[in-house]
Nanobody, 116 residues
Framework: VRLVESGGGLVQAGGSLRLSCKPS???????????WGWYRQAPGKQRDLVAR???????IYADSVQGRFTISKDYAKKIVYLQMNSLRPEDTAVYYC????????WGQGTQVTVSS
């Protein structure tokens, strides 16, 4: 399985982006049977989980993004999305997806840069 993230870019503060994560080669049972998360890593910092989509279709967010980010899952297309609204400069980071257990090798991520 290869994790492929896309959708990042440069945006002004207050703007929006939608990120996509497509686990290439994944089988349906594995995609459906795991909690999935979006993580981010800012320069010089550790990679942190910011949003989680559980197998029971619940969503959990880090306090820093609660109310601004929305994680969703397209079961038919096997894609995990992250809708990011009201972006702030502190959201600047490389964003990655993976299961909660970090089952797969990390992808290249997608860079999100928010200017003030």
């Amino acid at each position: 399985v290869r994790l492929v993230e896309s959708g990042g870019g440069l945006v002004q503060a207050g703007g929006s982006l939608r990120l996509s994560c497509k686990p290439s080669g994944i089988i349906t049972s594995v995609f459906n049977g795991n909690d999935w998360g979006w993580y981010r890593q800012a320069p010089g910092k550790q990679r942190d989980l910011v949003a989680r989509f559980t197998t029971t279709r619940s969503t959990i967010y880090a306090d820093s993004v609660q109310g601004r980010f929305t994680i969703s899952k397209d079961y038919a297309k096997k894609i995990v999305y992250l809708q990011m609204n009201s972006l702030r400069p502190e959201d600047t980071a490389v964003y990655y997806c993976n299961t909660l257990e970090e089952s797969f090798d990390w992808g290249q991520g997608t860079q999100v840069t928010v200017s003030s």
